[in-house]
């Protein structure tokens, strides 16, 4: 081993604290973004491999926007068009207490059209025994796995809920999946009879939709032609891989900001070495200086440095990977809760270890600590063979570079705002922005801090005496080793701040919301898979039983459907409004009582924000829908706040609905009481007159709303864990940035405790210093954080999601801010004090 | 004794189940022949429990025309028509048309939904291009609702997808056929309309009656097995004049010929040690029909129950005994491209008391089908001497099975 | 050893000066000597008054702001940086006032580590021949160890040694690698005066005369003495006293 190597692993290991929160830093960035990568992965994977297995080697799909096709058009097409791969499917979600928490898929096929499209129903050693599916009334086969998961052999019975009603289907078949692809994808498929399967799903008459299988040659292509112009209206023709890439799409906005955050932690995580390299750099500038006068090159010194980066980087990455297996596990059924909450049902097998997201976390991992190690390194290499470069000379060095960092940072700043202005939906460019922004910051912490010690120093003074005045000056002084430091936890502190605020005010804007758009006393809707879609279809004559009860004195009903189609997806509702619950709109333009009378004489369709935001629409602009009429052109006459859903809802009288489609179904229904009633003895009466074996969820105006707003917290669940990863890892900087502070400065405490400084004075001067420290940070961060938030709210959502929020700050965001600042620094000081004390001030004296 | 078609139906039953279960589009064909692991489900299939369905336990007498539509309380049944066309100009082509049905249990699972059912449906299709040596074959398969496969009585309508036999008059009904054919035969049921198609090959026929209904066994009560049930119920018309029209490798041609028809339906259970079969079916030019099958065992010697029978030109049935009256020697071979299976491909039947001697040859040496399940079905030319001795020339199907893959394989299995 | 004698140290017109907060300090003020090869120069004169600089200079640690600075044929000026750091890893040696040793590696391994860095052991373990000469790196290494009579700390680090033991590895690290110049500032100032003895008697044995340039900062008369020449830097200029 060559023996500059030899040095700075002797060196490494004698400093084995910093080597530790080194590796540590490097460690928690690489684990939060393997993570995060791997947690939206394995949904995403979990999407992709359910689809394809439902999919199966269908090219087209027929469907409606109304979510179904009428079941004759099967048979006009095989016959009358001769198409010979034509498959129907009934599709739906059922739920089942033997099988808790997950979203059972039904899927309901024809057997016999199953050759072309689904090898595992096709027969063969892995495939099922079809005529006993078929003659077994509501039979179902399912893959071994999720037999055994039931504890279900064939011959048993599991019962089910399916859209509010209870069924009991009996076990007809176990699929043996040929391939792990299939035992992924079948994990979660209740794979029935057509015949069941509308049965169920009540859908009698009804496909969700007719698979195709259509070659990718002329002939085909002459056969998609055929079949598109001899669709009847309502239907369209869309080929699997968009709608697939469509749905996947949802959740690319959420898969940014996931990201972009996990990436934040990875940047914590660069300060950390920063911090790490750069005092064990400051601790060897002598060391440094004698190789250099022996005739070491400084290209040698970069290289000693980076290496001994690179060791941590790789030691960190590795550790970091083991963490992040186990951090995904945690993170991806969170992350599969709020795709389903939000988007669509997704079923997530475990974790999805996808080689190259490993090594795009190592990559990252080793090459931020790379980076975070170069400017270090080169100062460094700058390291004069003369001894005239005392730390005097480093640290008025460092002085005079505080207003020119101060004047980068503004002009990062100034960067990220310009970024900002760039009329741009790109989440990238406004994440990019950000991140100009907060190292624009983060240049500006250095002088920040040096005004801030500068007005706290008399203060001090006043109350400590020398003992203040010496841990303010230490601040001002050792600005080399503690401006990184204090940019970290600064940068930190703010990113909470910031990501605080604006949890805050969506959170606080969700409320107002749903304060004014939960209009009735009462809502009805059936128990489904996600918690914010309501899906399904109340039974006709339970809603009359309901709208009769004598105490209902009006009701709104609600026809919700998630319209996919080739790279679009929003929600499409028809609305039947009580008129008290017109007020529920609020619109951004024009005059609500218009609008709505435009909205019920149909004329047109309401759209919600973020519906018209994103597609750049605007009212007077037109929504296309594949109507049982054809193609038909509705007029936006209005654009009302929602924060529904990210994707977009098209709202449309119930009237003008029934004129466009052959769908008499209600999704949800909103009961309004007479004055005196109360809603919970009217819930409790309507839900004893449900039948047995039926199920809906009525829920009072406040159950709803706090439900709702559960939602939400579950929503931003995964931002707050992220949250408070990327604080650990910046808690972690200051800690070790401060404890290595004040350990270096051994000598001078060492002095002061022979000049007759007590342990416990001097302990508090440590404490002292780096609380200040800590306080300087945590009040930096406060202005800061704001601007982030105010950022993030005004610029970030409104432009990806196209939310307006309003700006809310609480108190107890700001002063958790500063106190985690605050309680950090003072923990960070506790060591070294603890260290100083119990050590003989000879010892710290008599130094190398 | 048995009769031929109840041999080759319990096969054949095994045949549709299994392609049932398979629900084999092309793919299964394409993608080199049935699996081998369903030879368990076929195996399963000699246990199949008859419990719940009708059996032909005794002789009935048919009602037409509701005979002629589905009897769904079987578990098996078939339309089987087979014929030789010529075209205007003179060009010869042969077709075989199969509707199987098949119970998949013996009642409807019931419930709200339309596509509930236990019928499930079976057809194979082909057609030989004589004069041009060539010969094309298909299958459908599809479950007995939502409209893609059915069977009717009144009218008669039995049809998979696009390929139907009908009634003309239901077909008139539908905007189909002519109206001069409905009237003809003064039946509601005949003529019937025969289509189907395939990539590139078709046929579309109008079927006279012809000769009286021929009912086997006794009185049309096949009996199979010495057990009382294990028989069927069979009746068939052997020589049905045909006028329509024949597209092959795109051509269309106007064609007229004869055509035969089996019908037959029971719940039977297949036979042990049965390994195939050769069946025979002969339409001679001096108004004589003959049929006859010889089933093969596994050690190689034909089955006592193969049989035989001679139709007179006013439809009288003639039955024969096996190797007293009849005999059939096969004169030469023919190998199957896809794996070398070995086939008898042209024979010498004789009845030597009533003077028949006949030379019988494929038109076309290649006439397998080579579908989810392989045998070779295809049109033959017969000459030599009919009824008392008379020179005859004629023209006829033979259908051989279980020379090569799954069939032999399956019975094999069975054991 | 080699059989070449140590160049010869040429300074003209030589100007420094240092930014001092607000200031600028002047150091030299246009020194120009000639030390001619092999000759023993001490150089003495006040504290600040610019001798450590002087050092500087000379190996090319520093370069002057106006002026020539030539060892031997090298005008050190001419170079690039990385130039003269290899200049100065092949040529020179240095021993400074506060011995400079490595605390990470041991006394045995800071001898070494001058010849790995000018190439002439391939790691420490593995060291076989300097030049080809067939004397093995850690075996010269060691003999200049048992020279300054401290063979036996070979595997000590150097926080276990005293400071007269410390400023003795020091010089048998300085001429470890055989420079043809050997630069010592101020080598027994942070000695008393016993050891400071005994490290210049350590110091006079080890650089056999003609063969290394050999040039001493000192505020020591009696070191001064026993050199070859004595030049005092007064007011940035140098003079022979």
């Known amino acids: 081993m060559r023996l500059l190597t030899r040095a700075s692993l002797r060196y490494l290991t004698q400093h084995r604290l910093q080597l530790l929160l080194s590796v540590l830093g490097v460690a928690l960035g690489v684990a939060v973004v393997l993570s995060i990568d791997l947690a939206i992965q394995s949904a995403r994977t979990g999407f992709r491999i359910s689809a394809e297995t439902v999919s199966g080697r269908a090219t087209h799909v027929l469907a409606s926007d109304v979510g179904f096709v009428d079941e004759g058009l099967l048979a006009s097409l095989r016959i009358d068009l001769d198409v010979p791969a034509a498959a129907p499917v009934v599709e739906g979600y059922a739920t089942s207490a033997r099988l808790p928490g997950r979203a059972l898929r039904i899927l309901g096929i024809d057997p016999f059209s199953e050759g072309p499209f689904r090898p595992y129903v096709a027969g063969g050693p892995t495939g099922v025994d079809v005529s006993r599916l078929i003659t077994t009334r509501r039979g179902v086969a399912l893959s071994s796995g999720l037999a055994s998961s039931g504890g279900l052999t064939p011959g048993d019975s599991l019962a089910v809920t399916v859209e509010g009603q209870a069924w009991t289907l009996p076990v007809v078949e176990v699929i043996e999946p040929g391939d792990e692809l299939a035992r992924a994808g079948l994990a979660d498929v209740l794979l029935m009879d057509i015949a069941g399967a509308q049965e169920v799903l009540r859908m009698t008459g009804r496909l969700s939709r007719i698979d195709l299988r259509l070659e990718d040659d002329a002939e085909g292509a002459a056969r998609v032609a055929a079949v598109e112009s001899a669709l009847p209206g309502g239907v369209g023709l869309q080929s699997v891989g968009t709608r697939s890439e469509t749905m996947s799409g949802m959740i690319a906005a959420f898969d940014v900001n996931l990201t972009a955050l996990s990436l934040l932690a990875l940047i914590f995580g660069m300060f950390l070495i920063y911090n790490a390299v750069t005092f064990s750099v400051v601790q060897r500038r002598q060391i440094l200086g004698r190789l250099r006068a022996l005739g070491v090159t400084r290209g040698e010194i970069v290289r000693m440095i980076l290496s001994e980066a690179l060791w941590i980087g790789a030691l960190g990455a590795v550790l970091g990977t083991v963490a992040g297996l186990f951090l995904a596990r945690g993170l991806v059924g969170m992350v599969a809760r709020t795709i389903n909450d939000l988007y669509f049902a997704v079923s997530v097998q475990g974790i999805d270890l996808e080689p190259l997201l490993l090594v795009k976390g190592w990559v990252l991992g080793i090459g931020a600590t790379l980076l975070a190690a170069l400017p270090p390194a080169l100062e460094a290499a700058g390291a004069n063979p003369r001894m005239a470069a005392l730390r005097s000379v480093v640290e008025s060095r460092a002085r005079r570079l505080v207003p020119r960092a101060a004047a980068w940072g503004a002009v990062l700043c100034l960067v990220g705002a310009g970024l900002l202005l760039i009329p741009t939906r790109s989440l990238a460019v406004s994440f990019t922005a950000l991140f100009f922004v907060i190292t624009g910051l983060a240049f500006a912490t250095p002088a920040g801090t040096l005004v801030l010690v500068g007005a706290v120093r008399p203060i001090l003074g006043r109350l400590a005496g020398t003992l203040g005045l010496i841990a303010a000056r230490g601040v001002g002084t050792s600005l080399s080793r503690t401006a990184p430091a204090i940019a970290a936890l600064v940068v930190a502190v703010s990113v909470t701040v910031g990501l605080g605020v604006m949890i805050q005010s969506f959170r606080g804007t969700l409320v107002q919301w749903l304060d004014g758009t939960l209009r009735a006393d009462v809502y009805v809707s059936l128990p489904g898979p996600g918690a914010s879609r309501a899906t399904g279809t109340l039974w006709p004559d339970l809603v009359d039983d309901f709208v009769a009860h004598p105490q209902v004195s009006g009701y709104s009903t609600y026809r919700g459907i998630d319209l996919i189609r080739e790279g679009d997806a929003f929600r499409l509702v028809a609305l039947e409004l009580d008129p008290r619950g017109e007020s529920a709109f609020d619109f951004l333009d024009g005059a609500r009582e218009e609008i709505m009378s435009r909205f019920r004489a149909g004329e047109g369709v309401i759209a919600s924000e973020p519906y018209v935001f994103s597609r750049g629409l605007e009212v007077g602009d037109a929504v296309t829908l594949t109507t049982d009429q054809g193609e038909r052109a509705l007029p936006i006459v209005g654009v009302f706040y929602d924060y529904g859903s990210e994707q977009g809802t098209v709202m449309m009288a119930r009237s003008l609905y029934d004129r466009l489609f052959d769908d008499p179904g209600i999704t949800s229904l909103g009961l309004f009481l007479e004055d005196e009633a109360n809603s919970d003895v009217v819930v409790g009466e309507l839900l004893s007159i449900v039948p047995d074996g039926r199920a809906v969820i009525a829920r009072t105006n406040d159950s709803l709303r706090s439900a709702s707003l559960e939602v939400f917290d579950r929503t931003f669940q995964v931002t707050a864990v992220l949250r408070l990863l990327a604080f650990v890892v910046a808690f972690v900087g200051v800690l070790s940035a401060l404890a290595a502070l004040q350990l270096e400065r051994a000598r001078e405490l060492g002095l002061l405790r022979a000049s007759g400084m007590t342990p416990g004075q001097l302990g508090r001067l440590v404490v002292t210093q780096t609380g200040l420290i800590g306080l300087a940070a945590g009040v930096l961060a406060v202005p800061m954080g704001l601007a982030l938030s105010v950022v993030m709210i005004f610029v970030v959502n409104k432009r990806s999601f196209g939310w307006t929020l309003n700006m809310e700050v609480g108190p107890e965001v700001l002063l958790q801010a500063v106190g985690l600042a605050l309680v950090g620094a003072l923990l960070a000081g506790v060591y070294p004090a603890w260290k100083m004390a119990r050590t003989s001030p000879a010892l710290a004296l008599r130094g190398e | ?415 | 050893m080699r059989d070449r004698e140590g160049p010869s140290i040429d300074l003209i017109d030589v100007h420094k000066s240092y930014e001092e907060g607000e200031r600028t300090h002047e150091v030299l003020t246009g020194a120009s000597v000639t030390i001619p090869a092999g000759q023993r120069v001490a150089i003495l004169g006040p504290s600040g008054s610019g001798k450590s600089t002087l050092l500087n200079l000379m190996s090319g640690i520093d370069l002057p702001d106006s002026g020539t600075v030539r060892i031997g044929d090298t005008d050190l000026g001419r170079l690039s940086e990385r130039d003269r750091t290899l200049f100065r890893r092949d040529h020179i040696g240095f021993v400074f006032q506060f011995f400079n040793l490595l605390p990470t590696l041991t006394v045995l391994e800071n001898l070494l580590l001058p010849l790995e860095l000018s190439g002439r052991a391939n790691g420490v373990r593995a060291g076989r021949g300097v030049d080809g000469s067939g004397v093995g790196a850690e075996e010269q290494a060691r003999a200049l160890l048992d020279a300054v009579e401290l063979g036996a700390r070979a595997d000590a680090f150097p926080d276990r040694l005293s400071g007269g033991e410390q400023q003795r590895v020091a010089i048998a690290r300085s001429l470890v690698h055989e420079p043809d110049l050997l630069l010592a500032d101020e080598p027994t100032g942070n000695l008393d005066e016993d050891t400071g003895d005994r490290v210049i008697e350590v110091l006079e044995s080890l650089v056999a005369a003609g063969r290394t340039t050999l040039v001493v900062v000192t505020h020591s008369r009696e070191l001064a003495g026993r050199m070859d020449r004595i030049l005092e830097l007064d007011h940035g200029r140098l003079r022979d006293g």
Not at chain 2, 214 to 238: E, H, I, M
Request: negative net charge; aromatic residues 10%.
């Open chain 2, 1 to 415: 004794m048995g009769t031929a078609r109840g041999r080759r139906g319990s096969l054949l039953l095994t045949l549709l189940l299994v392609c049932v279960a398979l629900a084999c589009g092309d793919e299964g064909a394409d993608e080199g022949g049935p699996p081998t692991g369903n030879l368990s489900l076929v195996s399963t299939l000699g246990g199949l429990d008859t419990v719940g369905y009708e059996r032909a336990t005794e002789i009935r007498d048919f009602v037409f025309p509701e005979d002629h539509g589905p009897h769904p309380g079987f578990r098996t049944e078939w339309w089987y028509v087979t014929g030789n066309l010529t075209s205007d100009a003179g060009r010869d082509f042969g077709f075989q048309f199969t509707i199987f049905r098949s119970s998949l249990s013996p009642t409807e699972p019931g419930g709200p939904s339309a596509w509930a059912t236990n019928q499930a449906y079976m057809g194979h299709f082909a057609v030989t291009d004589i004069d041009g040596g060539a010969f094309e074959a298909t299958d459908l398969f599809a479950r007995g609702s939502g409209g893609l496969a059915g069977a009717q009585t009144t009218p008669l309508r039995v049809w998979i997808e696009d390929w139907v036999l009908e009634s003309a008059a239901a077909a008139s009904g539908q905007d189909r056929g002519s109206a001069e054919g409905v009237g003809a035969s003064g039946s509601e049921t005949f003529p019937l309309r025969l289509a189907a198609d395939g990539d590139n090959f078709a046929v579309e026929l109008e079927l006279e009656a012809g000769k009286p209904i021929v009912f086997q066994g006794d009185r049309g009560l096949s009996q199979k097995g010495p057990q009382p049930g294990n028989a069927s119920y069979y009746y068939a018309l052997t020589r049905m004049p045909a006028v329509g029209s024949v597209v092959f490798d795109g051509e269309t041609h106007a064609v007229t010929g004869l055509t035969w028809l089996d019908r037959e339906w029971s719940t039977s259970a297949l036979s042990d040690g049965q390994v195939g079969w050769d069946w025979f079916a002969l339409q001679l030019d001096d108004g004589w029909e003959m049929m006859v099958y010889q089933l093969r065992l596994e050690d190689g010697t034909p089955d006592p129950l193969s049989d035989g029978v001679l139709i007179d030109p006013q439809g009288r049935r003639i039955p024969l005994e096996w190797g007293e009256e009849v005999e059939v020697v096969p004169t030469g071979t023919w190998r199957s491209p896809e794996d070398g299976a070995e086939y008898p491909s042209g024979w010498r039947i004789r009845v030597p008391d009533r003077g028949w001697d006949l030379t019988v040859e494929p038109v076309v040496d290649d006439q397998e089908l080579r579908l989810a399940f392989r045998y070779w079905e295809g049109s033959v030319a017969v000459e030599g001497r009919g009824e008392g001795g008379a020179p005859v020339a004629g023209r006829g199907y033979v259908e051989l099975t279980g020379y090569a893959g799954f069939g032999a394989q399956g019975t094999t299995e069975e054991r």
